[in-house]
């Protein structure tokens, strides 16, 4: 069984075996924790990007899917970029989202990765409510079929970890 964990904090930081990047299609940076993670990272993690796009991804990555590169010197050793759906009130993109954390997941189980490190995906630009995020993302990594031993959520705020914090104390009842 996976064992979840909340934390306040920068995910650049965090020394687990992959932490996953709220990417967009492009895979070739933007804002947030994007942003964040390329320019702590350095340029080699973009190179990788580049080479995804000049072979397996030339139309980009699709939303809800994942894939990984180096995390260049990050103190982990791979970021897996997913991309979030931005969100909407008159689609039900809830699918989407949960797609995220469980194909980010399979790609950490084909790295053997076992420490796992996530951001709020969607819940930045993208707009997604931040306690209906949370509860996606809790209830899709409690449910998936994975090797990840350890998965820590980190939040950017008081706000984003209390709502995840509120989303594990709802699974529990
Ligand atoms: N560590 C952890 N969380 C962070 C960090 C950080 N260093 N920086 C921001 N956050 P967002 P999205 C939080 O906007 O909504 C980019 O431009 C942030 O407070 O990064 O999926 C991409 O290129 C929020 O709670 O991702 C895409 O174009 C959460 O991370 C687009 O934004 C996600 O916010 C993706 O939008």
């Given amino acids: 069984m996976t064992h979840l964990q909340t934390r306040r904090g920068d995910i650049t930081t965090v020394a687990v075996d992959a932490i996953v990047n709220a990417a967009n299609s492009s895979l070739l940076g933007g804002g947030g924790v994007d942003g964040a993670i390329h320019r702590a990272g350095g340029p080699e993690i973009l190179a990788a990007c580049r080479e995804l796009r000049a072979t397996t991804l030339p139309d980009g990555l699709p939303a809800g899917r994942a894939v990984a590169t180096t995390a260049g ?3 982990a050793r791979w970021v897996i970029h ?8 008159a689609e039900n993109r809830s699918a ?3 797609s995220c954390y469980r194909e980010s997941l399979r790609v950490a189980d084909d790295l053997g ?3 796992v ?5 969607s819940a930045g630009v993208y707009g997604w409510p931040m306690d209906d995020a949370a509860r996606i ?3 899709t990594v409690v449910d998936a079929a994975t090797d990840v031993e350890t998965v820590v959520f980190v939040l950017f ?3 984003a970890k ?8 709802e699974l529990a009842r």
Avoid: E, I
Avoid at 82 to 89: K, L, Q
Avoid at 162 to 169: E, I, K, Y
């Fill in 73 to 75: 010197r990050l103190p």
């Fill in 82 to 89: 997913t991309v979030g759906p931005v969100y909407s009130r």
């Fill in 96 to 98: 989407t989202l949960a």
């Fill in 113 to 115: 990765a076992r420490t």
């Fill in 117 to 121: 490190a996530f951001p709020a995906v």
């Fill in 137 to 139: 993302a809790v209830r």
């Fill in 157 to 159: 705020g008081d706000g």
């Fill in 162 to 169: 209390a709502a995840f914090d509120q989303a594990l104390s």
